[in-house]
């Protein structure tokens, strides 16, 4: 496959400050993906469960760390599935944050 799009991984984490209160911290790492269509079965299966996926971006498994929400284009989208496609790629199904 041809990695020819940037996505930007988002991992929410707490910081401590001075007064050892929690800060929420955005760790993003930059990498490149694939892009797959949602197809009619699983958008209407997942529909039927209140979700709403829009598309799936195809990555390295290795680069992959449980990250539950991406950036791609300016937009933010809610990792809703994971699968593993095979032992190299795994394919993020994601729904638009609004």
Not at 41 to 65: C, D, R, T
Request: hydrophobic content about 35%; some cysteine.
């Amino acid at each position: 496959m041809a990695y020819d799009y940037e996505l930007t991984l988002i991992k929410h984490t707490f910081k401590k400050d001075e007064l050892m209160n929690q800060i929420p911290e955005e760790i993003k790492t930059d990498l490149y993906c694939d892009l797959k269509s949602i197809g009619r079965n699983e958008y209407y299966n997942a529909a039927s469960q209140g979700l709403k996926p829009e598309i799936i971006f195809v990555i390295h498994k290795y680069e992959y760390n449980g990250e539950r929400e991406v950036l791609f284009e300016e937009n933010r989208y809610k990792v809703i599935r994971t699968y593993s496609a095979d032992f190299e790629e795994i394919e993020l199904t994601c729904e638009k944050v609004v």
